[in-house]
């Protein structure tokens, strides 16, 4: 059975601080990470690491995989109240077609 | 580019009844997959098509059921509905799930009561 922990489950924060969350797995045959943001709507696409210690930037976001120790951590920097959301990691494997996701990290961020 | 499109957005249902949700993926996308979403379970996977095939299924009961169209149109079925099928139903497309990113529609929200 596929495990992916994320952590913490949840924080608040203040706007220009900076955030880390954390997603660790156990899955056989692994293949990629990928990234998620949910407001009250859909998911949306943030990162995809398939390799170790390339790090993903996009903005003020950013990504890393370490498939050694089998965990990717997802920063965000001067964080702004729209950054509020869960932020949900989720994995696939190279033999089949799901993701397996973990519960998610709440990220509040106050003005 | 047109996002993926879910239909209905919102639906309430009576214990009993059915449902059928429906998908279109992205254009030039092939493969479809159907997750369920509540409070309690969070995002658990319900099943995946890729050229009207059935490639994987999670574990849900057999009242869930899905198909594929050549159009790479997905509807997913819900028989015999329970209070407890009440969730927020995606569906994602991407190429090929192997490898590519999967997106996500914007869900339907289905309440049973």
């Known amino acids: 059975e596929d495990k992916v922990v994320q952590s913490p489950l949840s924080l608040v924060v203040h706007e220009g601080d900076t955030v880390t969350l954390n997603c660790s797995y156990e899955v056989t045959n692994f293949r990629s990470l990928l990234w998620y943001k949910q407001e009250k709507k859909a998911p949306t696409f943030l990162f995809m690491l398939t390799s170790s210690g390339i790090e993903k930037k996009s903005g003020r976001l950013s990504s890393i995989l370490d498939k050694k120790e089998l965990f990717s951590i997802l920063n965000i920097t001067a964080t702004q109240t729209g950054d509020s959301a869960v932020y949900l990691c989720?994995?696939?494997?190279?033999?089949?077609?799901?993701?397996?996701f973990g519960a998610g990290t709440t990220v509040t961020v106050r003005a | 580019k047109a996002g993926v499109t879910q239909t209905p957005r919102y639906l309430i249902k009576t214990r009993g009844q059915q449902v059928t949700l429906s998908c279109s993926p992205i254009?030039?996308?092939?493969?479809v997959s159907w997750y369920q979403q509540t409070p309690g379970q969070g995002l658990q996977f319900l099943f995946e098509?890729?050229?009207?095939?059935?490639?994987n299924k999670g574990n849900f009961p057999g009242r869930f059921s899905g198909r594929q169209f050549s159009n790479s149109r997905s509807e997913m079925n819900v028989s015999t509905l329970e209070l407890g099928d009440s969730a927020l139903y995606l569906c994602?497309?991407?190429?090929?799930?192997?490898?590519?990113?999967?997106?996500f529609g914007e869900g339907s929200w289905l309440t049973v009561v």
């Open positions: 098509y890729f050229s009207e095939t059935q490639r």
């Open positions: 254009s030039g996308h092939r493969s």
């Open positions: 989720a994995v696939t494997r190279s033999n089949d077609y799901k993701l397996s």
């Open positions: 994602a497309s991407s190429h090929d799930s192997h490898g590519n990113t999967i997106y």
